[in-house]
Each structure stands twice: as C-alpha cells, then as structure tokens.
C-alpha cells in the first residue's frame, strides 16, 4: 500500500464537519508517522501559500522535490493541498495539533520547518509574509529565537550568514563547545536517524541542505579561529 493510499484513507476517516487538523490528532498513536509528516508538510505548506497570496510553478515543484508524487497519486496530494487551503482552521491549529502529535520529540519539527523552508526558497525569493508565517510555525512548535534563526541560515541567502547562527551556538563559545554543536548537528543528519524520525524516503533528501550548511559553518568557523590563533 503506497503512501498516497494510506493518506487518502486518513482523509477519508474525518467525519464530516471536521477540519483536516483533525488528522494529527487522529495519527499520534500511529506507528507509520511518515503518513502524518507528508500530510502535515503539504497542509502547512498550503497554508503558507495562501499567506503569500499565490503558488507558483517553482512552489509546486518544490513540493515535488520533498515528495516523489507518480502521476497517479497527484490527485491525492492536491486533495490535501486543497482541503488545507479551503479549510476554516488557521495554521495555527494545524501547527498545535502537530506539535501534539509528536509529543516531547521536537527533532521531527525541526525536519518539517525545513520543508516549509525549501517550498518557501522554490521561487529564489523569501517573502516578509513567509518569514512572518514560519516564525509563527516555529512558535507553536515551541521553537525560541535562536533554533528558528539557525534553520532559517540553511535555506535564505540573507548578506551575511553567522555560521554560529546555522550550529546554534554563541559566537563567543570554546571550540569544544561548537565542535560538539556541529558533531550532534551531523549525527541528526544520518538517514537512519531521519527514518527512524518517520520522513518519508523522498523527504530525507533535504536534509543534504541542512549537512552543507553545517560543514560550511564549521569550516568558517574553524578556519576564523585558526587565522586568530595564527
């Protein structure tokens, strides 16, 4: 059974009244949660798009990009895209009922505002209502400043990116305190700890994004403090 049927029959589950949000909450004893990630990916994801007013080609092509969506399972996943565009229930809800869903393990959270992240760059440009949108995402998913900032330094180009920012650790930190910073970072990034968080194989591609923004910082980072020393 593919996952575009398991998602069809999630769907299909609500009663009628019911907002799609209702699913979260219907899939946290779930053992598969790779049904519930990819759902909560395009319904936050559509979300998103009516904030910004339009979806463009790239957006629907980012989508693509996270999941690996056959011909024949694009109704389903434009099911979902529609019934979160049309539904009543604000963003916020969707993004509480998530953050029930998984409970106290934030690690899949932090891989799903990185696929808002990579839909929201589909265009090459990031717009104040996205930023306005994610940071929102980001505070119902209980996420402070600091690890919302530092998954926003992997995907937009601002002028200038601290490579502290992207590790998530203080410019003023020992070395041993970024090098166990960027260790942990690239452990996370394992593809059997991603599959063990429930992503869905496709979506595991986008943590390739978050392992070169890592290296990068801790290079710069490294060859800053050498240059000091030196």
Same mark, same amino acid.
């Given at each position: 059974?593919?996952?575009?049927?398991?998602?069809?029959?999630?769907?299909? %589950?609500?009663?009628? @009244?019911?907002?799609?949000?209702?699913?979260? $909450?219907? =899939? !946290?004893?779930?053992? *598969?949660?790779?049904?519930?990630?990819?759902?909560?990916?395009?319904?936050?994801?559509?979300?998103?798009?009516?904030?910004?007013?339009?979806?463009?080609?790239?957006?629907?092509?980012?989508?693509?990009?996270?999941?690996?969506?056959?011909?024949?399972?694009?109704?389903?996943?434009?099911?979902?895209?529609?019934?979160?565009?049309?539904?009543?229930?604000?963003?916020?809800?969707?993004?509480?009922?998530?953050?029930?869903?998984?409970?106290?393990?934030?690690?899949?959270?932090?891989?799903?505002?990185?696929?808002?992240?990579?839909? %929201?760059?589909?265009? @090459?440009?990031?717009?104040?209502?996205?930023? $306005?949108? =994610? !940071?929102?995402?980001? *505070?119902?998913?209980?996420?402070?400043?600091?690890?919302?900032?530092?998954?926003?330094?992997?995907?937009?180009?601002?002028?200038?990116?601290?490579?502290?920012?992207?590790?998530?650790?203080?410019?003023?930190?020992?070395?041993?305190?970024?090098?166990?910073?960027?260790?942990?970072?690239?452990?996370?990034?394992?593809?059997?700890?991603?599959?063990?968080?429930?992503?869905?194989?496709?979506?595991?591609?986008?943590?390739?994004?978050?392992?070169?923004?890592?290296?990068?910082?801790?290079?710069?980072?490294?060859?800053?403090?050498?240059?000091?020393?030196?």
């Amino acid at each position: 059974m593919s996952i575009w049927t398991r998602i069809s029959d999630a769907i299909s %589950a609500l009663t009628a @009244g019911e907002s799609l949000s209702a699913v979260f $909450e219907k =899939l !946290r004893a779930a053992p *598969d949660m790779s049904v519930a990630f990819t759902i909560a990916v395009i319904a936050l994801g559509a979300k998103m798009a009516k904030a910004d007013g339009q979806v463009t080609r790239d957006e629907v092509t980012a989508f693509k990009e996270v999941f690996h969506i056959a011909p024949k399972d694009e109704p389903q996943a434009a099911r979902v895209f529609n019934l979160a565009r049309q539904d009543v229930a604000g963003f916020e809800d969707y993004a509480r009922s998530i953050k029930r869903m998984y409970g106290e393990d934030d690690a899949p959270l932090c891989d799903l505002m990185e696929g808002l992240f990579h839909i %929201a760059m589909a265009d @090459g440009v990031y717009h104040p209502q996205e930023n $306005e949108f =994610l !940071r929102d995402v980001a *505070d119902a998913f209980g996420f402070d400043e600091r690890r919302f900032v530092r998954i926003r330094a992997q995907f937009v180009p601002d002028a200038q990116r601290d490579p502290y920012d992207v590790l998530g650790v203080d410019a003023t930190a020992p070395m041993d305190v970024v090098r166990a910073a960027w260790r942990r970072l690239v452990r996370e990034t394992h593809p059997d700890q991603l599959t063990a968080r429930g992503l869905p194989e496709e979506a595991i591609k986008l943590a390739q994004a978050r392992l070169v923004a890592v290296n990068e910082a801790w290079e710069q980072i490294t060859q800053e403090r050498q240059s000091e020393t030196a």
